[in-house]
């Protein structure tokens, strides 16, 4: 990204911070008791060079982020999702695709089932025993899946989300977090795109109003609180 385009949003962050401020925006939902990590499409079709979906800072920010992430996660011994998005038929004129109408906006062909290699996850983070796979067909990892019933199940009420993309299936799965009830947390550094500036954008919109965009750091520090917690109410 360009140095003037950054300087561009952030000067128009700080106003619409102003602004959304006074009118009582911005507040925080936080983490509660029990997190799961949500990791989207990190397949390689967006994380490796060469596909439509192919994304930026992959190898230096994101996955570094999310490898933290995910041995904080299993560490603690909290839930891991890891979710990919493939399509069984991927020919346009057939009336039984199960791309729906997505198609008309996007290549998803360029995610074939029968090409496992696209969705299957991105080995600098894959899947182990115990972690779920899920597959979606829309942006949303909520959207006619089992997520929300998997997460209550394990008694989770916070969802920590990373992957790709900030502008469409990251957003999309905060924003059905929320409205099914659970804590969104959106990790700054571990959260991508192929757009410049969508992802400072639509960070900055998801903050405001459907979750809280968090460091890094404040996570890992946030995880470690949370496992603390419950080893003294064990213990005790």
């Given amino acids: 990204m360009s140095d ?58 994101v996955m570094p982020a999310v ?21 069984q038929v991927t020919d346009r004129d057939n009336p039984n695709t199960d791309m729906g109408l997505w198609h008309h906006k996007i290549p998803v062909e360029a995610v074939a089932e029968s090409d496992r290699h696209l969705w299957q996850i991105d080995s600098r983070i894959a899947p182990i025993a115990g972690e779920q796979l899920l597959v979606k067909k829309r942006a949303s990892a909520f959207h006619g899946t089992y997520l929300a019933g998997y997460l209550r199940a394990a008694g989770v009420d916070t969802i920590v989300v990373t992957g790709v993309t900030a502008s469409a299936c990251v957003r999309e799965t905060v924003c059905d977090g929320l409205a099914d009830g659970f804590r969104p947390i959106a990790v700054r550094e571990a959260i991508g795109d192929r757009i410049p500036g969508a992802v400072l954008w639509n960070l900055f919109d998801i903050d405001a109003k459907f979750g809280d965009v968090e460091s890094l750091e404040t996570c890992l520090q946030q995880l470690d609180r949370i496992a603390s917690r419950q080893h003294e109410s064990v213990t005790a």
């Fill in 4 to 61: 003037k385009l950054n300087e561009a949003l952030e000067a128009a962050f700080a106003e619409a911070t102003r602004r959304y401020r006074e009118r009582g925006f911005q507040r925080r939902v936080g983490f509660g008791t029990k997190p799961a990590l949500i990791n989207v499409d990190l397949a390689n079709a967006w994380t490796r060079p060469g596909n439509p979906f192919t994304c930026e800072r992959m190898d230096d920010q």
């Fill in 67 to 87: 490898q933290k992430l995910l041995a904080a996660f299993r560490r603690h011994g909290f839930p891991v999702v890891h979710v990919t998005t493939c399509y």
